[in-house]
Nanobody, 128 residues
Framework: QVQLVESGGGLVQAGGSLRLSCAASGRTFSSSYAMGWFRQAPGKEREFVATTRWIGRNTYYADYTVSVKGRFTISRDNSKNTVYLQMNSLKPEDTAVYYC?????????????????WGQGTQVTVSS
């Protein structure tokens, strides 16, 4: 089993920045796990934000949904089993609960059901 704990959410004004963290633990977790960030706004379905997956040696591939490209950056520190989501130039439409997810599937999709483990979520609120 894998446990994920998010932190770093909060209230920020439009144009501001936040950094989310997700600490992973568990006997089976390793640096080869794909990690992702999803978000869910009130009344909406959970949607893909970003993912980082291992593609060989010490190289990881990152992918983003179109609406956050150029503003959000996903990264990971394998020595700490932690993945980050740096969010810059935040907009009110970024307001949502943000969830960290993990899977040992090498190339997961962007649908939530392609990830096996989930954190509890952290609230991000962007005021206009």
């Amino acid at each position: 089993q894998v446990q994920l704990v998010e932190s770093g959410g909060g209230l920020v004004q439009a144009g501001g920045s936040l950094r989310l963290s997700c600490a992973a633990s568990g006997r089976t977790f390793s640096s080869s796990y794909a990690m992702g960030w999803f978000r869910q706004a009130p009344g909406k379905e959970r949607e893909f934000v970003a993912t980082t997956r291992w593609i060989g040696r010490n190289t990881y591939y990152a992918d983003y949904t179109v609406s956050v490209k150029g503003r959000f950056t996903i990264s990971r520190d394998n020595s700490k089993n932690t993945v980050y989501l740096q969010m810059n130039s935040l907009k009110p439409e970024d307001t949502a609960v943000y969830y960290c997810a993990a899977t040992n599937v090498p190339v997961p999709g962007i649908r939530p059901d392609t990830f096996d483990y989930w954190g509890q979520g952290t609230q991000v609120t962007v005021s206009s």
